[in-house]
């Protein structure tokens, strides 16, 4: 079975940076798409970035676009999220999924089959 395992959140100050890691199992995932979304309390899961795990396209939401950056270690199945000058807005649990039968590099979290159980991100100012 596919398993996500996110870690690598913590509470950090504006400015800093961090380095969230999704380690995936259960399947070959160089034909998936994966993605990074994140959800703050009171607000509806946004998404963040995601990449084909061949890593030939990236995308990012407007809000984190130039901040940060998704990519993949293919040796150790896993997939990251480097997070720099994190912002108080930034709090929130983050999200790994991964997109199973992809159409492009998609937005809506529905699209995606599988998921991990999230890490806490939180961003004091």
């Known amino acids: 079975q596919v398993q996500l395992v996110e870690s690598g959140g913590g509470l950090v100050q504006a400015g800093d940076s961090l380095r969230l890691s999704c380690v995936a199992s259960?399947?070959?995932?160089?034909?998936?798409?994966m993605g990074w979304f994140r959800q703050a309390p009171g607000k509806e899961r946004e998404f963040v970035a995601a990449m084909r795990w061949s890593g030939a396209s990236t995308r990012y939401a407007d809000s984190v676009k130039g901040r940060f950056t998704i990519f993949t270690d293919n040796a150790k199945n896993t997939v990251y999220l480097q997070m720099n000058s994190l912002k108080p807005e930034d709090t929130a649990v983050y999200y790994c999924?991964?997109?199973?039968?992809?159409?492009?590099?998609?937005?809506?979290?529905?699209?995606?089959?599988?998921w991990g159980q999230g890490t806490q991100v939180t961003v004091s100012s």
């Open positions: 999924a991964a997109d199973r039968a992809p159409a492009g590099l998609r937005v809506i979290g529905g699209y995606y089959d599988y």
């Open positions: 259960g399947r070959t995932f160089s034909s998936y798409v």
